[in-house]
Nanobody
């Protein structure tokens, strides 16, 4: 059973930075896509950034140039570096993983495994 545990969320002022981490365990195989989604209060969940098994990435337009997704396969850890944070980035951030996937995808059905989430709050 794949388990994902996020950390690194918190409260920052606008313009600040945070680095989210997601430690994965229980993997079998090497072809996994992983990603970060977020859900703000009263809104639908949205994709933020995803990374394929060989490192291709996709970013939401709202975070391009500010957020960077990366992974350390040796540590089974996914990261999201978030800079120039804005109040509209406030949300619960979720780590996801999808087996048997090479190219990154926005489609949630690609990702059967989800972490419990970590809260990010950005004040103006």
């Amino acid at each position: 059973q794949v388990q994902l545990v996020e950390s690194g969320g918190g409260s920052v002022q606008a313009g600040g930075s945070l680095r989210l981490s997601c430690v994965a365990s229980g993997y079998t195989g090497s072809r996994y896509c992983m990603g970060w989604f977020r859900q703000a209060a009263g809104k639908e969940r949205e994709a933020v950034a995803v990374i394929g098994s060989v490192g291709h990435t996709i970013y939401a337009e709202s975070v391009k140039g500010r957020f960077t997704i990366s992974k350390d396969n040796n540590k089974n850890t996914l990261y999201l570096e978030m800079n120039s944070l804005k109040p509209e980035d406030t949300a619960m951030y979720y780590c996801t993983a999808g087996p048997g996937c090479t190219w990154p995808s926005w489609r949630e059905e690609v990702y059967p495994y989800w972490g419990p989430g970590t809260q990010v709050t950005v004040s103006s």
